[in-house]
């Protein structure tokens, strides 16, 4: 996909945001997602041609289908298309582009032979391209190799999807004070590579490393290549799928489940730091607050954490700190990879998840949540606020990595935190309207929110799944993956009057 290049002059600056909204634009990019697409639904086909299942009909039928749409769209919009993208067209273009490929992507599931229903479809389609990795599917360890595969492609593509948009779109878009990254993909003199294509391109390279170096060590540690290569692209990607109802219960060597909590974690820091070390050969540009911020949170949570399952289920030290370590990086990095029911722990443990749920990992990555560069930014905030009280004449200003944070980006912070707070509350209450008990409306509105995956209780807790909620109660919550993936405002801004003004 094309996007805004950050270099644009002043006078070109202007322009670009200026002017309606051209349709035919939408439907360029749109149509050549599709075709994207159309491509990765190849692989499964090949891997049921090659098990001798019949469901390989399935993902050719979905490929011409999806491409036919696809190409369609790109043949009446093909004149229409320009590299600068205005304001408002990027607001549109964000929200289409997901809505579209989640639609086109449910295609497959419709067709199974369990003949799944437009609202299963669409959930499992929207919790894999969001990496949410909430599910409505069960029997999976007999499964057929091409729907386990698709379900793994639809979680990979979505995360290096939301990588992009986090650092291009978003900072364009000035969304929830992802604007103080925006200099990362410009043309100043802190650049990292000159142009956005790329920036794109060195970023597809670091996750294309990343999930191989993932998929081998699996293969070492003792998983089939097929277990291997699936969960190397959900683990990357932080989306949790899992080719095994059990997920990563299933495999019973410890060293399978460190190197999972090893790359989950890797998966939650900026990918644009990988790309600044290769390029700069450099380590030392990991030394970042974020990173550091996030770090010391996961450090002392499974510090505590190990300390009261040792003290209260009487484990010893190492395998009391490999399930803490795991379920805790699963949860904070929005894998949320299973190993055992930790609902099971104590209230504690429980109270302690459920918080994890919001935190999210860093920005940049395929992390969802508040993320935790929000954090750190409404603690300089309101540390600067109880300044100003205690000497109203002062004149307290704060930085974040150099960086001046303005009072449009603590704003724009508040703004998001308080919109991800009253959107959980919302779809709360609205599940719970359906007869659904308080526990799980909570938990799965707050896990699918913030893109984590499984929820609290013993109906979406880790040993559970989301098939027994009603199908009113999946759409909505396809949606609030949307929503949240998106970052709230980008959505909120197209459904608003005044954006079709």
């Known amino acids: 996909m094309t996007i805004p290049s950050h270099s644009t002059s002043s006078r070109d600056s202007g322009h ?10 939408i439907f360029f990019v749109v149509g050549m997602l599709m075709l994207v697409l159309m491509a990765l639904m190849i692989p499964p086909m090949l891997a049921d041609v090659l098990a001798g299942n019949r469901d390989w009909e399935i993902f050719a039928g979905s490929a011409l289908m999806t491409g036919f749409a696809g190409l369609m769209m790109v043949l009446i919009s093909r004149d229409a298309w320009a590299e600068r993208v205005r304001l408002k067209e990027g607001f549109l ?87 103080l990254f925006q200099t990362e993909s410009s043309d100043r003199s802190d650049k990292i590579v000159p142009r956005a294509r790329q920036f794109i391109g060195f970023i597809a ?86 990173v550091i911020g996030f770090v010391r949170i996961v450090f002392v949570v499974i510090a505590l954490m190990t300390a009261w399952r040792m003290l209260a289920g009487g484990l010893p030290l190492m395998t009391a700190l490999r399930q803490v370590s795991f379920n805790v990086i699963g949860i904070v990095s929005t894998t949320g990879y299973a190993l055992g029911d930790f609902t099971t722990w104590g209230t504690f443990a429980i109270a302690a998840f459920f918080a994890l749920m919001f935190l999210g990992g860093c920005t940049g990555s395929t992390a969802g949540g508040m993320k935790v560069f929000r954090l750190q930014i409404m603690m300089l905030a309101t540390r600067a606020y109880l300044k100003r009280l205690a000497s109203p004449h002062r004149v307290v200003t704060i930085s974040y990595e150099g960086r001046t944070i303005t009072q449009e980006i603590s704003m724009s912070v508040f703004a998001f935190v308080s919109a991800l707070f009253a959107t959980v509350l919302l779809f709360a209450v609205l599940i719970a309207l359906m007869g659904v008990d308080f526990d799980t409306s909570l938990s799965a509105a707050v896990t699918a929110v913030t893109n984590v995956g499984p929820g609290i209780g013993k109906v979406i807790g880790p040993a559970g799944n989301f098939s027994t909620l009603p199908d009113a109660a999946k759409i909505l919550l396809g949606f609030a993956m949307l929503l949240g993936r998106l970052e709230f405002f980008t959505v909120l801004v197209v459904l608003s009057p005044e954006f079709w003004k």
Not at 16 to 25: C, Q, W
Not at 117 to 128: N, P
Request: contains cysteine; hydrophobic residues 50%; aromatic residues 12%.
């Open 16 to 25: 670009k945001h200026a002017g309606p909204v051209d349709p035919y634009r």
């Open 93 to 179: 273009l964000t929200v289409t582009s997901w809505i579209a490929v989640s639609i086109f992507g449910s295609i497959p599931y419709l067709f199974l032979d369990r003949g799944m229903s437009f609202a299963d479809a669409w959930f499992e389609t929207v919790s894999g391209l969001t990496t949410t990795g909430s599910t409505v599917l069960s029997g999976l360890d007999k499964m057929p190799p091409g729907i386990l595969l698709w379900r793994s492609l639809t979680q990979w593509i979505g995360g290096v999807g939301i990588v992009v948009m986090a650092l291009i779109m978003l900072p364009f878009l000035k969304v929830g004070g992802m604007q």
């Open 205 to 290: 390279m670091a996750y294309v490393g990343l999930t191989a170096a993932c998929a081998i060590s699996y293969r070492v540690a003792g998983m089939r290549l097929f277990d291997a290569v699936n969960h190397a692209l959900t683990t990357i990607s932080t989306g949790g799928f899992s080719t095994h109802d059990a997920s990563m219960g299933f495999f019973t060597q410890p060293a399978i489940h460190w190197l999972a909590t090893l790359f989950m974690f890797l998966a939650s820091l900026p990918m644009v730091l990988y790309v600044r070390a290769v390029r700069e050969r450099d380590a030392g540009v990991f030394n970042d607050r974020q």
